[in-house]
């Protein structure tokens, strides 16, 4: 697994990994199937997942031939080309507030994943030298942002990121859901599951374009979601696919979900929604009409809703929607705080001095955002004698990744003592130029 630039590879970051003897950082190609093997079992192996014994078993992680994969090898260990450290990253679109009345926009950030460090090398600086590397490289690149999905959200803090996103998993019970209004107008067909491959990625864009937090579903995300690729085909023969048309006939939404009975209460027969994407609320209350009415089938339940999911303001009983496992979701970490701040639109026109800190030293400083009435801004940097002059928020980079989406009002952070002014309504100030008119949601882990 050389490093394409350095053949040796090279040492953990001076200023992370210094003095561990052995260790060194290298980029695997992909392309190498005996090099892609060992860095999957790697990654199997810490996330406590089966080993890879086939190459079916590599197929499931097909998708990171297309990523940057790194890994920390040690040469002082018995097995040394396996990797006791790893991490992908790949650049994806991810969504931003658009102006008023504006769809969101699209910027390119690079996602983080995979990060794992083997049992027997905890605490060694692995993780750290792996996520600071790929930030830096990431800001090099001139990326503004930084993304990732977290397994263990207390851990990522730490590097500046952000909880921009929160989710929840809900579940109607059936029984008691009696719905309010009329059904809407249009029809719900059942499809092949491949008639969705073309239209899915049409209806995403559709129904995601207002909604920031959300990224864009990569090509592999479809067919494995879909059970198209070989190491899915035979988990998806249960998948079911509907999609809703409009009274016109045009496609406005779907569902893919699949009939089980519940691990934990076995008499219990769920409807189990793996994605519901609806451009409409018409396809939005159809759909989960339909999956509520489906013979023999006690529960609805689906994960990666929204907090304010509008599902409950449709029933007679809100009660019949139980939400539970509320967490963070996409976690965002700012690189370049100016084209961070100018990529989004906001919703006042006003200014606002911010005084950045960065634990990590990759984006900090002081800089006076100033938007206009047309939803755009300007950001310049301020020296330090100038802010004395004026009001100023003082907060973290990873504080102002969480606000960046609209997920949290900065009024709620001073009050938690995050983020800090001497002027009593800065942050009211702030949080009106941040405003969005839905909260940020992410429904495609990664």
Known sequence: MPDADRPGGSPLSTSLGAGQGGLRRVDVDPSDDRAFARWVSARARAFHEPDIESDSD???????RQRMLRAVLDD?????????????????????PGAPGQSTRTVSARAISAVS???????????????????????????????????????????GFGPATHGTDCALDVR????????????VRLVPRDELRSLAPVLDEEAHARVAGEVVRWENFYDR?????????????????????????????????????SAAQPQVMEAAVVDLVAATPDA?????????ELDLVDRVVASLRDDDEPLRWMLEDPAAVVTSNERALLWMR???????????????????V?????????????????????GEARVTAVSEGAAEREPMLSLGIAELGALLAGGVRADTLARARRVTSDDSAAAARFDRMLATARTPRLSSLF
Not at 239 to 248: C, K, S
């Open 76 to 96: 002082t260990e018995e097995h040394a080309d396996i990797p006791v450290g790893t991490l992908s990253a790949w650049d994806l679109g991810v969504r931003l």
């Open 117 to 159: 460090v083997a049992p027997t090398h905890r605490r060694r600086g692995i993780a750290l030298s792996l996520i600071v590397d790929e930030l830096r490289d990431a800001r090099r690149s001139g990326l503004a942002l930084a993304v990732l999905t977290a397994t263990e959200a207390a851990i990522y803090g730490r590097f």
């Open 225 to 261: 979601m879909l059970g198209l690729t070989p190491d899915r085909r035979r988990g998806a023969a249960s998948l079911r696919a509907v999609r809703y048309d409009d009274e016109a006939g045009r496609p406005r939404g779907y569902a893919l979900y699949r009939v089980r009975r």
């Open 284 to 292: 939005y209350a159809a759909l989960w009409r339909f999956l509520s």
């Open 334 to 352: 700012v690189l370049d705080i100016p084209a961070a701040l100018t990529a989004r639109g906001w919703a006042a026109a006003d200014t606002a």
């Open 176 to 187: 008691r859901a009696r719905w309010l209004g009329d059904p809407p107008p249009g029809r």
């Open 58 to 64: 590599l197929e499931r992680f097909a998708s990171s």
């Open 354 to 374: 911010l005084d950045v800190r960065d634990p990590l030293g990759l984006a900090a400083g002081v800089f006076r955002l100033t938007t206009d009435s047309e």
